[in-house]
């Protein structure tokens, strides 16, 4: 499985973006799927996830609200819609995803992911 995340730029605080996570080699409806970021000097942290089915969604308490995860089957892919972005959203941001035999379950821990992508950086600007 390979995954392409894509969409991050720099913004201006209270602005939006998009991200993208495409994935090959399988399809989202067989994964759970997640995003994090990294800033700099800080560790990697859980942002968003949603389970194989689409329908239960999990984020952190500082994006709850602004963030929205969804999924298109269609396209095969996984989207981060980011709105009222705040200077400390500022990060690389990575897509991962792992095989789940359950369609209702979501993972916040990154080591239980099995494939990452190679990250997007997103730059808000206050």
């Known amino acids: 499985v390979q995954l392409q995340a894509s969409g991050g730029g720099l913004v201006q605080a209270g602005g939006s973006l998009r991200l993208s996570c495409g994935a090959s080699?399988?399809?989202?409806?067989?994964?759970?799927t997640g995003w994090f970021r990294q800033a700099p000097g800080k560790e990697r942290e859980f942002v968003a996830a949603i389970s194989r089915d689409g329908y239960v969604t999990q984020y952190s308490d500082s994006v709850k609200g602004r963030f929205t995860i969804s999924r298109n089957k269609a396209k095969n892919t996984v989207a981060l819609q980011m709105n009222s972005l705040k200077s400390e959203d500022t990060a690389v941001y990575y897509c991962?995803?792992?095989?789940?035999?359950?369609?209702?379950?979501?993972?916040?821990?990154?080591?239980?992911?099995?494939?990452w992508g190679q990250g997007t950086l997103v730059t808000v600007s206050s």
């Open positions: 080699g399988s399809t989202v409806t067989m994964q759970t």
């Open positions: 991962a995803s792992k095989y789940a035999r359950l369609m209702n379950i979501v993972q916040v821990n990154p080591n239980e992911y099995q494939y």
